[in-house]
């Protein structure tokens, strides 16, 4: 029997589908530092859009990371607002708040809001909202939202989409991805998604200073005896090697590869002297709540935040969060 939860889901996706299919304009949002998550998510529904003849924009705060480029329509994205229709519909996608999205899009109204998100704790800031926080990436929402539309799902629409799921379900290895979520997978590869192409880019293709600082961040790496994995990428190593923080991508899946890893963390150096913060979990501690305490999110897995500097003082804090999440698990216990 379907679940409270499935029901009010159901209506959820429904109501999505109307407000698509309501509305001629569209701008697809994307959340700051973009993933392949949202920006898969988002050229999915876009292309689907467009083949009904709508007017599709992509709105990304960033540039797209090189190695999704590969990706169907991905030159089509913009940094500005210029030229969106005064009637658009903003698709936030991947994001659990509205200010994930950046500055230009703060003050979109609610009533223009549609929000298509799998977070824990997503604050339904749209109009619409179609929220599956067990779900394992916003891709597998945005595939329902184009099948309810009746959409025909191409070869390109498929290939956006396995990149999302690949992508948020670590190639398939943390325990989001189920049965259901394979299955998905394999009817995408059906449906004609270049699986071969998309595990080339994500896994198989790191820039020469990425995987030079990945090296220096494998060498330096401190562990704990409580089990919290750290690194640090100061602004002064990323100019050694001519690289930015999209080098970083996945840097930190290193360090929770570490035996005896419970929490991976790495530290990332802003121009501004702020640190982003990825953190990476094996399963037992929850690193959204760590993120949380520290003014970020995320999931209980992955999450992140930024710090102000001085790195001694975000260290110190970071610790403290981790070890006080720690004690809180161990008491429920
Ligand atoms: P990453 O380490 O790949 O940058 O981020 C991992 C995940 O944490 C992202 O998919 C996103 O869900 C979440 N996340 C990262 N940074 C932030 C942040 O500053 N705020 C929130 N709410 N979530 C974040
Ligand atoms: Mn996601």
Redesign the pocket.
């Known amino acids: 029997m379907i679940s409270p939860d499935g029901v009010r889901t159901a209506a959820d996706l429904r109501a999505v589908v109307q407000a698509l299919r309501d509305h001629e304009h569209f701008v697809m949002c994307a ?1 700051e ?1 973009p ?1 392949a ?1 949202v920006i898969g998510s988002g050229l999915a529904l876009g292309l689907a859009l467009r083949s009904l003849g709508k007017d599709v924009r992509y709105y990304l705060d960033d540039e797209v990371p090189r190695n999704l480029r590969f990706l169907p329509d991905s030159d089509r994205t913009q940094r500005t607002l210029t030229g969106v229709h005064p009637d658009a519909l903003y698709v936030f996608l ?4 509205q200010a ?1 999205a950046g500055d230009a899009l703060r003050s979109v109204a609610p009533a223009r809001i549609v929000n298509i998100d799998h ?1 824990l704790g997503n604050q339904r800031f749209g109009g619409w909202n179609y929220v599956v926080d067990t779900e394992a990436a916003t891709g597998v929402l945005v595939l329902n939202v184009i099948a309810a539309l009746g959409c025909s799902l191409t070869p390109d629409i498929a290939t956006c989409l396995l990149t999302a799921i690949i992508s ?1 379900t670590g190639c398939f290895m943390y325990s989001s991805a189920g049965p259901a979520t394979l299955r998905l997978a394999a009817a995408l590869v059906t449906l004609g998604a270049d699986k071969d192409r998309i595990t080339e880019q994500l896994y198989q293709t790191r820039s020469y200073s990425g995987q030079k600082i990945l090296g220096r961040v494998l060498e330096d790496f401190k562990l704990t005896e409580d089990g919290i994995c750290y690194a640090t990428v100061s602004q002064e190593l990323l100019r050694t090697y001519g690289a930015g923080h999209e080098d970083l991508e996945d840097i ?1 899946g290193a360090l929770r590869a570490v035996e005896h890893a419970e929490v991976a963390a790495l530290f990332k150096e802003s121009p501004d002297g702020t640190y ?1 913060l ?3 979990s094996r399963g037992r501690v929850n690193v959204m709540a760590v ?1 949380k305490a520290l ?5 209980f897995r ?5 710090l102000p500097g001085p790195l001694d003082a975000a260290l110190q804090r970071f610790l403290a969060a981790v070890r006080a999440e720690m004690a809180a698990r161990s008491g429920a216990e």
């Open positions: 959340h530092k993933d998550d991947d994001m659990s708040d994930r977070h948020d930190v982003r990825s953190l990476r993120a003014g970020g999110g995320g999931h992955a999450a992140g935040a930024t």
